[in-house]
């Protein structure tokens, strides 16, 4: 049986060229432990060489680190004994290395989504291994390796030291700029020319953090006769019945190369064994499962799991030489991508049911992607999978993310999108990113094919549109961009690979060149007019076909941006807060946004709390007006769920964790059922919006109102609509018509969800000041907030971090009526713990940042005694 042993200690990190701040120098004498998996600024973080990057303008400070090479060493272990083959193995390297092993070359890298594998036989014990290579486990490919050569440089009784020497990828990227020829670039890094995550070399919400090192696991691996070298089950169900084909791929030694060998495949308490003739290395065995229990997106069905083991075994002596196990689903997926009298189609289908997509769009989770660890990727994914989210598309300008991920995907529900790696650049395809680029899609495909989470490949982002808007095609004059991938390459390597799955060309992509890529009546859409230079009011001037990017800009929780941004006073122009906001003129675009609904805060904190509620109105706007198009609009995928380091920006979820106002709106907005006022044919109508898998009856309340609560017209209205379906409801003359529209407002409610509209933009809506009562209540592991409100109070915030930074609240912006109440649940905070001064000044409201003159009224209680803070009322 194989046997694996991790490299996980003893591992040390030191410079080996380039330029380094005087202080560091001695880098080259002196090594520093380093942790592996990892990466060099984890270790010199770890060693206190440098500064936290994510603080204040530090990342500026270690760009050196980027551009410089970097050694790592360890000393392996004795190889076990009574084995024919040891291979080292590393799982991902960072990305352009030479691996030495006893001052013998094993081979060169220059890929950072791939694996490698190099035959280390004897190598350091007096013995010769007789030939290495380097590539990965996946299929096929141009590895892009190079042959180590003969054993020169070996002593027989050596210390088995393992060096890994890392050029700058800087270096990589130049040389092969020089090779190819220029590419246009919507960035000013040269991430085109290499395979290394793109957002490394920066984004507009991402720092210049260009990392290498050893990022994912390494082990040495001893075997005998043969092992599995890669195993793709292709998994499929029709009618009742389920079926696993399993692709299996063999590795022989020598001496295996004569041996009979046999492949058994087991799910379900089901078996199927097939024979392999000597010298055969390749399998296909086929298992058929009846009536096996569906696996379903959230919301559709229970998420079913069956484990899937294929074990190899010599078939003469029946003893097991190797064995993988992962869990698979059965499920059914197709991509409905077809004309119609609207356009052309983009609709998901699982097990035969259309799917509206409430999606979000998945980044790398942190700036040095090492440290994201199992728990982290299945927090952030509980903590999407609890906003009502059923899709997360992974980025092509981050990672193909670690196995934890997709495990948790597949656990929880969560349909992945997957982007193949290129993003907002022309990529060269020539060599020797051709064949890289092969060999990369070829083992993603195929050590991602057994996850039923995974629904659909995606070519690229960007960049078909970029050809055709960012003046590409007349910069290029003919050379190679992509298109040879994404239309050819790609869609290749997944019909061989993965048939089970559809295939898109690229994210916006409206199906070929006969339409402008980005035409939202043609496949998936991105919407950045709105935020670049509209205000998010356009989001109601289009109905996508599927909207796959969108979104609007807040900063993070003002807890994240004190541990990250030390400017006194602290500003929205800062040095340090301009430092954290990546996106070109980001806080231009932030203040006219809020030009056009409020008027200009008067403090920091106004600021702070009014630019996250537009973030949240402006998603709000574009997800309730698209799915209120369902079916012809099949899905919103938002612009970002997370960030990666502290930093104002598109995410619903900041850089330390902490949800934004946004992360609470998504909770109302992907619920499978909303509410919202909406317009068709000029008319203002109630939307009934029901996702559920079963039929809604009842009756929805629709109220003109006055902001002092008496109530000017009212309607009742029944409706029923089935399941996953939408009804527009008629709204009277009489309610929709606003006679004041300075003190006026309509609310719809429906069994506790309710939309608000007011009669004219907030700057100019009469808010009587903000008159509320607020008891806190203790309770275990926290306190609640009882807030009462006296007087129409709108979009009311609670900021449990500035009462305590470990605080968190489990409500986000809540509008009520006089007379109406709330609790907000607050965790991480005890009540004992609260000084009700700050409670104060952690709840905002429009009401008092549109009107500060007119102070808030509050009613303060805490364990029954009752604290009156006098204030006269309006």
């Not at 409706?719 to 300075?742: H, I, K, N």
């Not at 003190?743 to 429906?750: G, H, K, P, Q």
């Not at 607050?826 to 009107?851: I, P």
């Amino acid at each position: 049986m194989k046997q694996s042993t991790p490299l996980t200690s003893g591992w040390t990190l030191r410079l080996a060229e380039g330029t380094a701040p005087e202080a560091l120098g001695r880098l080259r004498r002196e090594a520093v432990p380093a942790e592996v998996p990892g990466c060099v600024h984890v270790d010199l973080l770890a060693a206190g060489l440098i500064d936290d990057p994510y603080l204040d303008r530090n990342e500026l400070d270690v760009a050196w680190v980027g551009r410089a090479d970097w050694r790592y060493e360890t000393e392996l272990p004795a190889t076990p004994g009574g084995f024919e083959r040891t291979d080292l193995v590393f799982e991902g390297l960072d990305t352009v290395a030479t691996v030495v092993l006893d001052g013998a070359e094993l081979g060169t890298t220059r890929n950072m989504h791939r694996s490698y594998r190099f035959d280390v036989t004897g190598l350091g014990d007096g013995g010769d291994s007789g030939g290495r290579d380097s590539g990965g486990d996946g299929d096929g490919g141009d590895h892009g390796g190079r042959d180590g050569g003969g054993g020169g440089g070996r002593d027989g009784g050596g210390s088995r030291v393992l060096s890994v020497l890392f050029t700058s990828v800087y270096t990589e990227a130049e040389k092969v700029r020089e090779i190819v020829g220029a590419r246009p670039n919507a960035y000013p890094e040269p991430f085109n020319y290499v395979r290394k995550m793109a957002s490394s070399f920066g984004w507009d919400w991402g720092p210049t953090l260009v990392t290498a090192g050893i990022w994912r696991p390494v082990r040495l691996e001893s075997w005998s006769t043969a092992r599995l070298a890669g195993v793709r089950p292709l998994v499929t169900v029709a009618d009742a019945n389920g079926r696993v084909e399993a692709h299996v791929d063999l590795e022989r030694t020598a001496t295996g190369a004569a041996r009979g060998l046999a492949v058994t495949v087991e799910v379900a308490g089901r078996a199927a064994r097939a024979e392999i003739e000597p010298g055969q290395v390749h399998a296909v065995v086929v298992l058929e499962v009846p009536d096996p229990e569906r696996w379903w997106p959230r919301g559709y069905g229970d998420q079913r799991l069956y484990a899937c083991r294929v074990t190899l075994a010599d078939a003469g002596t029946g003893a097991e030489l190797d064995r993988w196990e992962r869990r698979i689903g059965f499920r059914a997926v197709a991509l409905e991508y077809a004309p119609d009298e609207h356009g052309t189609s983009f609709v998901l289908v699982v097990n035969g049911e259309p799917v509206f997509a409430r999606g979000v769009n998945w980044i790398p989770d942190d700036a040095l992607p090492a440290r994201v660890t199992p728990e982290r990727y299945r927090h952030r994914l509980t903590q999407a999978r609890d906003a009502g989210v059923n899709l997360v598309r992974v980025w092509g300008g981050g990672i193909y993310e670690d196995r934890a991920f997709y495990e948790a995907c597949d656990e929880l529900g969560l349909l992945v999108w997957q982007d193949f790696l290129f993003a907002c650049a022309a990529y060269p395809e020539e060599r020797p990113l051709r064949g890289e680029v092969e060999a990369e899609a070829r083992e993603n495909v195929v050590r991602l094919a057994p996850h039923p989470s995974l629904v659909l490949w995606n070519g690229n982002n960007e960049n078909l549109w970029g050809f055709r808007d960012w003046r590409w095609e007349e910069e290029l004059a003919g050379d190679s961009w992509g298109e040879g991938y994404y239309l050819g390459l790609l869609p290749r390597v997944v019909a061989e690979l993965d048939p089970t799955r559809p295939y898109s060309a690229g994210s916006p992509w409206s199906g070929s060149w006969d339409h402008h890529p980005n035409d939202p009546a043609h496949g998936p859409s991105h919407f950045w007019e709105v935020w670049n230079r509209r205000d998010y009011t356009d989001y109601l001037n289009d109905v996508p076909r599927f909207a796959a990017e969108f979104g609007w800009q807040a900063p993070p929780a003002y807890a994240t941006l004190r541990d990250a941004v030390t400017d006194e006073p602290l500003g929205p122009r800062s040095p340090g807060m301009l430092h954290h906001q990546k996106a070109e003129d980001g806080n231009g675009k932030l203040d006219r946004g809020l030009a056009h609904h409020f008027g200009a805060p008067a403090t920091f904190d106004d600021w702070h709390y009014l630019t996250q509620v537009n973030q949240a109105r402006a998603v709000a706007t574009g997800v309730a007006h698209w799915r209120s198009y369902w079916p012809i609009c099949a899905g919103t995928v938002v612009w970002q769920l997370n960030d990666c380091w502290p930093v104002t920006s598109w995410a619903a979820i900041d850089g330390a964790g902490r949800p934004k106002p946004l992360y609470h709106e998504l909770l109302r907005l992907y619920a499978d059922r909303l509410v919202s006022f909406q317009v068709r044919d000029g008319e203002r109508v109630l939307v009934v919006d029901n996702q559920s898998a079963g039929q809604w009856d009842g009756f929805a309340g629709a109220r003109r109102m006055s902001a002092d609560g008496t109530v000017l017209a009212e309607e009742t209205l029944p409706f029923t609509v089935p399941p996953r379906s939408v009804a527009a409801l008629p709204l009277s003359a009489e309610v929709v018509t606003f006679e004041d529209g300075y003190r006026e407002l309509l609310v719809a409610d429906v069994e506790g969800l309710r939309d608000v509209v007011l009669g004219c933009e907030d700057r100019d809506f009469a808010y009587p000041a903000a008159d509320l009562a607020i008891e806190v209540e203790p309770r275990a592991g926290g306190f609640d907030l009882v807030i009462t409100a006296h007087a129409f109070v709108r979009d009311l915030l609670f900021q449990a971090d500035r009462v305590a930074p470990g605080a968190r609240a489990d409500r986000g912006l809540v509008t009520l009526l006089p007379g109406e109440r709330c609790v907000v649940g607050v965790t991480g905070a005890g009540a004992s713990e609260v000084d009700l001064t700050s409670v104060r000044a952690a709840l905002f409201t429009v009401n008092a940042a549109q009107a500060p003159a007119q102070a808030p009224a509050w009613e303060v209680a805490r364990g029954g005694a009752r604290v009156v803070e006098e204030a006269a009322r309006p």
